[in-house]
Nanobody, 116 residues
Framework: QVQLVESGGGLEQPGGSLRLSCIGS????????MGWYRQAPGKQRELVAT???????NYADSVKGRFTISRNNAKNTVYLQMNSLKPEDTAVYYC??????????WGQGTQVTVSS
C-alpha cells in the first residue's frame, strides 16, 4: 500500500514563501512521476508542477519562475518551493505519484492560504 503525506502548508502574506514536502511510503520505485496539483474553492484541480524520476520538470504557466519542484528518490520525497506567493495561489495542494508499473496515488492535501 502506497501512502503520500504532505506537510508545509499554512498562511503566508503576498510576496512570501512556503515550502511543501510530500513523503511517500510503501512500494514505490521504478519509472515514476511525482508532483503537485492544487484545487481552489469552486474550481477544478489543476496541475502545478511535476518531476520525473530522471528529474525532468514541468510547470503550469501561472507558477513558472516562482515555484521550484525537486525530489529525493532515495527518500521518496518531493518538494515544492513556492516564492513570490500571490493570493491566487490559495488552494489545497495535493501530492501526486504516478508509477508506470504501479498506478496513481494522491495525498490528503495541505491548505495554502495567501492573504494579508
Amino acid at each position: 500500500q502506497v501512502q503520500l503525506v504532505e506537510s508545509g502548508g499554512g498562511l503566508e502574506q503576498p510576496g512570501g514563501s512556503l515550502r511543501l514536502s510530500c513523503i511517500g511510503s510503501g512500494s514505490i520505485g521504478g519509472i515514476s512521476t511525482m508532483g503537485w496539483y492544487r484545487q481552489a474553492p469552486g474550481k477544478q484541480r489543476e496541475l502545478v508542477a511535476t518531476i520525473s524520476s530522471t528529474d525532468t520538470t514541468n510547470y503550469a504557466d501561472s507558477v513558472k519562475g516562482r515555484f521550484t519542484i525537486s525530489r529525493n528518490n532515495a527518500k521518496n520525497t518531493v518538494y515544492l518551493q513556492m516564492n513570490s506567493l500571490k493570493p491566487e495561489d490559495t488552494a489545497v495542494y495535493y501530492c501526486y505519484l504516478y508509477m508506470l508499473l504501479g498506478g496513481t496515488y494522491w495525498g490528503q492535501g495541505t491548505q495554502v492560504t495567501v492573504s494579508s
